[in-house]
Each structure stands twice: as structure tokens, then as C-alpha cells.
């Protein structure tokens, strides 16, 4: 929060506010009381504290609303019901979504003083410079050059070998661990990939980053110990130490659910909950426009089969475009994962994707990312239909976790291409997975493995 608001005050000097250091450290205080929830509080706090004057307060007037330019929301958009303009809260909502509770009131308050939703033509020239910045980057990268800048320290792409080239030929079907998971499936076609998730989730148990650390100092590890000693005759002539077992870190999963990656997302959540405890300390939050808190639900649909039948669809969510059903196929117990997203309430599939929503009410909620032992996982392509991404939510988010992991269900040729704002997103990401197969999103949990030890 300091970062950014020092980056405001540097925005005021230059329109002509004279704000002094003190005057910095005042507004942060004030920031702190109130909280980024509720913006029109938020907004008074750094007023008071910061604008001195009729013309000053005009000029922070303006410079706020472009510095913090929050996700708009329109009057058609469904905040509750089931129907068009429908209110109240509906059995199974999270508490991200929760009008009763205090923070869903803040929410639906400031989603109220928001200005109507609309695409910004004018971020587009720095949407796509920062694009540009991000390609370039990840070829030095590629290549064995200069990492790119910011927080960004670990790349992680596929790499074909001329064997596999010339093993799968032109025109010939590729192997099901890299079909590409964004094209048309039928329901068939994912139940043949589902059958390859076992053996994944075996590989990465069997991997090298699952298998103990040696150390030089810490407890005793009697297993080493005759291992170690067997060409002595079993005598210890050397005892081997291992790490002492650290807390177990907090994760985030928050993974976008549209229509374009919803199967990627389902099998990810199938990979990574082999390696999880889902439960307070591991947040499964599903979103579209919003966030969703779906812990207790996956947990549900990997390990019990539904007792009742799944709700109907809403309009608009059921087969999607063209009467695709993506996830329909992946049924690690008796529950689809299409079934699993038309269950949960306060999700809506159909919706056109808003990262920068997703990422302010994540900042303003319970679930949010605190303390340095948290990782946040982020699985989305990251295209935000020409709404605002709002890259300051997910940085305050990056600057409370430990590390920040985002898997990408494209191939690096669409990165930053189009409406996708992943080149905002970059500065503020630790490791960036391509994961567009199943063998990307197998690397993924790899590397999410490697953060947990």
C-alpha cells in the first residue's frame, strides 16, 4: 500500500499538489483505518489528508480516479439472484459474496459508487507496450539472457525435442498429455485425458523436488542412516541430517472458471489437490467476475459422490458457446466438473471474464493472501475483455505473499496478445508455467511442489 500510494503522491506533485512527506505519512495512516474495501472511505481518508484547498481537492479529484481507477459494474449484472437484477443471498455463497455479512455490505457499496461498467479504450496503448515488454523478455529468456524485470525470477516453457517432432509428424494426433485443452473436446475425448491424471500425479510424487533434503544441521533421519552405512556393514560411521519440517505454508488457489479455460482449470484442480490439504490454510477460490470461495464444494467433488443432482443451469451458463460443456468429461468421484461450476452459487461461467473485479474483491476479502508464508496460485490466460486488469491489486496482493505462481493455459505464441493483459500482470508474478496441456499443467504443480518444501 505504501508503494502505491507514494506513486500517487508523485502523480499530485505533478499536477501541481504541493504534498509533503509528512503529509505522505498521514494518508498512510489513514489508509490503514479505513482499508481499500470501502473506496468512497478510502477516497475521504487520502482527501482530508493530502488535498488542501478548493483547486487542490478539484485536481485530486481527477488524478484519483485515474490513478485508482476501480472495476465498474454495470446495472444488468447480477449481484445475488438468480434472475436478472436479483438480490439476496443464495444458499452456498462464500463469504466473498455475502450481502449479509459486513464485508459483503462494503462490496455492494462501493460496487454502487462505481461508475458504469465499460471497456477502456484508453489503457490499450500501455496494455500493449507492456505486451511487447513481456515478449521480448521471456525470449532473452529463452534464450539465456537477462531475466526480465520486476518480481519475475522463473520461466517456465515446454520444449519439443526433434524426436517428438518427428515421432507425431504433420497432421498426426498428438499424445494426450499435450492435446491442447482450449480446443473443442467432445466429453469422450476428456475422459481419455482424465485417465492420464493418475500417472501425472505419480510422476510428480516420484519426482526429485518431493524427495527429502539433506542438511547440516537439524534432526537425525534414521532412514539415511543405514543407507547410507551400507558398505560399512550397517555401522554409523556417518549420520546423515535432515531439514527440520517447516510450518506448513498458507496456499491461495484462485483459478478463473470461464468458458475458454474451464477444462484446464478442473484438471488442475484434480493435480494440485493430490499434493493439498484443502482447508483453512488451502483456499480454493473459483471466479469469473468474482471471486468464490469453493473449498468445501471441490473437496466434495474429488473424494464423495453428489447425493442429489446438480442445480440447473442459469441462463446463459449451461453448454456454452456452440453447445460445448468443457469439464463435462472430468469425474474424479460421481460429479462432473460442469456439474460442480452450475452448483455454486454466486458463479456464473457465462459471464465475460474481469480479472481486475476478481482481483480488487479478492484484496478486500477474508480469503486474501497475509503473511509471508503464503503462496498464490493464479491459473487464467489472464483476458480481461477490454475491462480495466487493474495491475495494483494483484502488486498489494504479490507484496503479502510469499510467492506469486501463474499458470498460463495458452501457448506463449498468444501471451500478450489481443484483450490479454498478462503483460500487466508480469512484474508482480514469481514463476510464470506455460500450461496448456496436460504435461504444462503437470510442470505447474511441479513447480508449486518446489515453493511447499
Known amino acids: ?59 485530486f479529484d481527477r488524478v484519483f480516479e485515474r490513478h485508482f481507477a476501480p472495476p465498474a459494474r454495470g446495472a444488468g449484472r447480477r449481484r445475488g439472484g438468480r434472475g436478472p437484477g436479483g438480490t439476496g443471498l443464495r444458499r452456498g455463497a462464500g463469504p466473498l459474496d455475502d450481502p449479509a455479512s459486513d464485508r459483503g455490505r462494503r462490496a455492494e457499496a462501493t460496487d454502487r459508487a462505481r461508475p458504469g461498467r465499460e471497456r477502456r479504450p484508453t489503457d490499450m496503448a500501455d496494455r500493449e507496450s507492456a505486451a511487447r515488454a513481456m515478449r521480448a523478455a521471456l525470449e532473452r529468456t529463452r534464450e539465456g539472457g537477462r531475466r526480465p524485470a520486476g518480481r519475475l525470477r522463473r520461466v517456465v516453457l515446454e520444449s519439443r525435442t526433434v524426436e517428438s ?34 500417472r501425472l500425479i505419480a510422476e510428480i510424487r516420484l519426482g526429485r523436488s518431493l524427495r527429502r533434503r539433506a542438511a547440516s544441521r537439524g534432526r537425525l533421519s534414521l532412514r539415511d542412516v543405514f543407507r547410507r552405512n551400507l558398505a560399512r556393514g550397517g555401522v554409523p560411521f556417518e549420520l546423515p541430517l535432515r531439514r527440520p519440517r517447516a510450518r506448513r505454508p498458507q496456499v491461495v488457489l484462485l483459478v478463473d472458471v470461464s468458458h475458454s479455460v474451464a ?35 471441490v473437496t466434495r467433488w474429488l473424494r464423495v459422490a453428489p447425493s442429489r443432482p446438480a442445480a440447473p443451469a442459469r441462463s446463459g451458463g449451461g453448454a456454452g458457446p456452440r453447445g460445448r460443456r468443457p469439464g463435462a468429461g472430468i469425474r474424479p468421484g460421481g460429479a462432473s466438473f460442469h456439474e460442480l461450476l452450475g452448483s455454486l452459487r454466486g458463479l456464473d461461467p457465462a459471464s465475460p471474464s474481469d480479472y481486475g473485479t476478481a482481483l480488487h474483491r479478492l484484496l478486500g476479502s477474508a480469503a486474501r493472501p497475509a503473511g509471508r508464508d503464503t503462496i498464490l496460485v493464479v491459473l487464467g490466460d489472464g483476458r480481461t475483455n477490454r475491462f480495466a486488469p487493474l495491475p495494483w491489486a494483484l502488486e498489494e496482493l504479490a507484496r503479502n ?53
Do not use: C
Not at 268 to 285: E, N, Q, S
Not at 423 to 446: C, F, K, S
Open 165 to 198: 517432432e518427428a515421432r507425431d509428424g504433420p497432421g498426426a494426433r498428438p499424445a494426450p498429455g499435450r492435446r491442447d485443452l482450449s480446443q473443442p473436446m467432445t466429453e469422450r475425448d476428456e475422459r481419455e485425458l482424465a485417465r492420464e491424471v493418475p
Open 263 to 297: 477444462r484446464a482449470a478442473g484438471y488442475f484442480l484434480w493435480i494440485a489437490a493430490a499434493f493439498l490439504t484443502l482447508d483453512r490454510r488451502t483456499r480454493v477460490l473459483l471466479f469469473v467476475d468474482r471471486p468464490v470461495d469453493a473449498t468445501r464444494a
Open 401 to 453: 505473499s510469499r510467492a506469486v505462481l501463474w499458470l498460463v493455459p495458452e501457448p506463449r505464441s498468444r501471451w500478450g496478445t489481443g484483450d490479454s493483459a498478462l503483460g500487466a500482470y508480469t512484474p508482480w508474478i514469481d514463476t510464470l508455467v506455460e500450461a496448456w496441456n496436460l504435461a504444462g499443467l503437470a510442470r505447474g504443480v511441479r513447480e508449486l511442489v518446489r515453493e511447499l518444501r
Open 1 to 59: 500500500m505504501i508503494a502505491g500510494l507514494a506513486r500517487f503522491v508523485t502523480a499530485l506533485r505533478g499536477e501541481g499538489v504541493d504534498a509533503s512527506p509528512a503529509e505522505l505519512l498521514d494518508a498512510t495512516r489513514a489508509a490503514e483505518l479505513t482499508g481499500v474495501e470501502d473506496r468512497v472511505r478510502f477516497r475521504a481518508a487520502l482527501r482530508a489528508t493530502l488535498a488542501k484547498g478548493r483547486r487542490q481537492q478539484e485536481i
